[in-house]
């Protein structure tokens, strides 16, 4: 893992660090696993792609996505070094190799055009909302021209009993859609591409490619 300057972020848990260790609990029994499916299947990666989750949180997304492409490099960034330690743990009891990176999603420690596809799970909504275009540019940044970014999100238009705790701790898409958002870094092709109403909430899949 790499280390960077420590800075404000918002954790998968929320603020009660007490929480985390229920992080991979909760997932499961909110039915977080086939959400995470749907994102990697339709994120359609190929043998040998370079794939980075930005939050990949305790690598449950990582994790599929080795599984569906055992030879994919799997990378996952996420402020939270406390996730990303647990996340190395149960890397390390699969026995799947991934790499786990301490940063930022407006700031990601990549090369220009060195991944294939960026991924995106439940995490966008943690991003205050200047820090929301920075991610996106940054996504578009690393991609190979043509690569693709992949991102599933909760609508908190339509908050569901489970999902108002996410709302809560969520900032605001003050910037406009995610659409939008994704048209204004720069991609092509911007689109949500799936929904889904899950125990969690009412949730959006989205789409966007690198211009070449």
Known sequence: MTTDTERDYLPAMGRNKLLLPFYDVVSKLSGAKGLHWRLVAQAGVEPGATVVEIGCGTGNVLHL?????????????????????????????????LKLDHGYADDLPYADGSVD?????FMFHHL???QKLGALREARRV????????????????????SRRHSAHAH???NGSVVNLLTEAGF????????????IGSLGYYRATNRP
Do not use: C, N, Q, W
């Not at 596809?117 to 799970?121: A, E, I, N, P, T």
């Open 65 to 97: 996505v080795k599984s569906a492409v055992p030879d994919a490099t799997a990378i996952g960034l996420d402020p939270d070094a406390k996730v990303l330690a647990i996340a190395a743990r149960k890397a390390a009891r699969a026995g799947i190799e």
């Open 128 to 130: 205050p909302g200047e």
């Open 172 to 174: 605001d898409y003050a």
């Open 143 to 162: 991609l190979v021209p043509g690569g693709r970014l992949h991102l599933a999100d909760f609508d908190h238009k339509e908050p569901k009993a489970l």
């Open 188 to 199: 092509a092709d911007a689109a949500e591409v799936a929904r889904a109403d899950s125990r």
């Open 117 to 121: 596809r960026v991924l995106s799970s």
